[in-house]
């Protein structure tokens, strides 16, 4: 007997506001909403999705705002492009740089989504052309 990962959930003030930041972000959608709630992901789950795969995250209203720094975060990779140009997209889509005591010499970024909610920025996972020096992006 194992267990599923089943649900991320985001405590929020406006979560209409932070799915559609963060839909934007990971390229996904809508698929559910509710009283104070709003559910984003790539695809709607089922029973036997959830026994194959992960779950996509859902945004919940609290009354209560983010006062100190999380103990877990999420961490984003992009897929397409640089991490310096995520970097630049994700801060066109209102989220800010943010220092949580990481230091400079770091191959990620460290951000805050609209709310204050702190996440990384990886390094990307776009294909190199190896052909190229310095083995640059597609």
């Known amino acids: 007997m194992t267990s ?5 959930t985001v405590d929020c003030h406006d979560p209409e506001r932070l799915a559609a930041f963060w839909c934007e972000v990971l390229d996904f959608q809508v ?3 509710g ?9 709607v789950p ?34 397409d492009g640089s991490t310096e140009d995520e970097v630049t997209r994700l801060l066109g889509l209102g989220a800010t740089r943010t220092d949580v005591g990481q230091g400079r010499d770091r191959n990620w970024v460290v951000m805050a989504d609209p709310e204050g909610n702190e996440f990384d920025v990886l390094r990307t996972l776009a294909p190199r052309d190896q052909d190229r020096p310095g083995g640059r992006l597609l």
């Open 4 to 8: 599923r990962f089943t649900e991320l």
């Open 31 to 33: 698929i559910d909403r």
């Open 35 to 43: 009283e104070g709630k709003v559910e984003i992901g790539s695809w």
């Open 46 to 79: 089922t029973v036997e999705d959830v026994r194959a795969r992960q779950t996509p995250p859902t945004l919940i209203r609290v009354p209560e705002g983010k006062t100190v720094k999380n103990r877990l975060h999420l961490d984003v990779s992009p897929i």
